[in-house]
């Protein structure tokens, strides 16, 4: 039974299996296998517009100014956290307790959100800003040392990328809708794993001369990404410490 894509596996993985299945199936002919061949055209469909979409991602086409202000928003970010994290540990009672409030309040918004694809990050970080800036809790961050000048710094410095980003996509929305590559390595997923795999193994119990050999071989490619990622999960957990505000 072939096992299934790891949720955890990232946009490169999982383009790679893709690709490399359609073109596994393309070595022989099934084309008298009218199911199957609607899960791989489907699935050709799909890869193309996450190929597409891939280009347009964070490592991708764009360019090369809308990277940089990325990063000025990432560091920027990194930067409060680790203050915020200092005044966690000061020894005054109140400083200490606003930060609390405030770390919570990042944390409610991701701590990693610097980490997130474009689109989340942009999301997540209107969110975070709205959130802070509410009359209720924007006095606790004022309160904190070293603090609320760096997340007003965050807050240009990521709407400044938020505009760029607007002025990148509204430049090619003429060419192409862009699916965000997140979103679309979500679909494969699901395609290789609810239909694909589903479907080729009650096939190789059922005709097992046909489809057993095809079915080994599907089981490779997503065993070779899976290794992969459970390996980098794995380095990722032994490396870091449990909470980890540089990253």
């Not at 072939?2 to 893709?18: G, L, M, P």
Request: with cysteine.
């Amino acid at each position: 039974m072939n096992q299934k894509i790891f949720h955890y596996c990232n946009t490169s993985e999982i383009s790679t299996v893709a690709t490399n299945l359609l073109i596994a199936f393309s070595k022989g002919d099934w084309s008298a296998d009218t199911a199957l061949s609607r899960i791989l055209a489907k699935l050709g469909i799909e890869n193309e517009i996450f190929t597409k979409s891939i280009r347009f991602s964070k490592s991708g086409t764009q360019p090369k100014i809308l990277h940089e202000k990325d990063e000025i928003a990432d560091q920027l970010f990194i930067c409060t956290k680790l203050f915020i994290w200092a005044n966690l540990h000061a020894p005054e009672k109140d400083i200490a307790e606003k930060a609390e409030l405030i770390w919570n309040v990042f944390d409610a918004h991701n701590l990693n959100l610097h980490r997130q694809s474009y689109e989340s990050q942009m999301a997540l970080t209107k969110s975070l800003t709205e959130s802070i800036n509410h009359p209720d809790v924007r006095p606790s961050l004022d309160g904190l040392t070293g603090v609320s000048s760096r997340f007003d710094a965050f807050a240009t410095a990521s709407e400044d990328f938020r505009s760029t980003f607007v002025e990148f996509q509204q430049s090619v929305a003429g060419l192409e809708k862009v699916t965000p590559a997140s979103t679309q390595k979500n679909v494969i997923r699901k395609i290789i794993n609810d239909q694909l795999t589903a479907y080729l193994d009650s096939m190789a119990l059922a005709l097992p001369e046909k489809y057993d050999a095809i079915n080994h071989v599907i089981a490779q490619h997503i065993e070779s990404i899976n290794t992969k990622a459970r390996a980098r999960k794995t380095r990722h957990t032994a490396t870091e410490p449990e909470l980890n505000i540089t990253e």
